[in-house]
């Protein structure tokens, strides 16, 4: 089936509404995880494959980091690309609800840029991991990944490192 031409602009400048109930949406959205998604766990895995061990949501640290290494004082953070703005194509904005969406993006980076400086003042190394370093076109290659945590946690003296699919920050 395609539309007639003189329909087109106007169907195609129309929102999509959502099909669910808000009682179904707020559902849909609680169901979405932050402990134990498939990146932290293919990291941890990988990290306990290497010998090192460690704690998990720390609750005496700020933003309660995914991987804790107390021995090292370092902590490390596995960011999903969209929830905290990273930017690659994976941080897309929702086309309903604008503004709300950009105001809760907007208070979680400003939120996660006080837990990186909190932390920094108690003396902990942070680690960043973006979620596109392990999924899609521009992920790295898992050994070279673990390799570069790795090495972050025992060796660096850098008190920040970011992983993204597109370079490393320091």
């Not at 959205?29 to 720390?58: A, Q």
């Not at 902590?75 to 105001?103: D, Q």
């Not at 939120?111 to 960043?128: A, E, P, Q, S």
């Amino acid at each position: 089936f395609q539309y007639p031409t003189l329909l087109l602009p106007y169907i195609m400048e129309q929102k999509m509404t959502d099909i669910l109930t808000p009682e179904q949406r707020h559902r849909a959205m609680s169901n979405v995880k932050n402990r134990n998604t498939k990146p932290e766990l293919k990291i941890r895995k990988g990290l306990h494959s290497y010998g090192l061990r460690y704690r998990m949501y720390d609750r005496s640290l700020p933003g309660k980091p995914d991987i804790v290494f107390p021995q090292y004082k370092v902590a490390i953070f596995i960011h999903g690309c969209f929830w905290h703005r990273h930017t690659c194509s994976r941080a897309t904005m929702p086309a309903t609800r604008v503004s709300f969406w950009t105001e809760k993006f907007t208070k979680n980076v400003e939120r996660d840029k006080i837990i990186i400086n909190t932390l920094f003042l108690l003396g902990w190394r942070v680690l960043i991991v973006w979620e596109c370093t392990l999924i899609g076109k521009g992920k790295w290659p898992f050994c070279l990944l673990l390799d570069t945590i790795a090495g972050f946690i025992l060796t660096s003296s850098t008190s920040y490192l970011e992983l993204s699919n597109r370079n490393i920050i320091c």
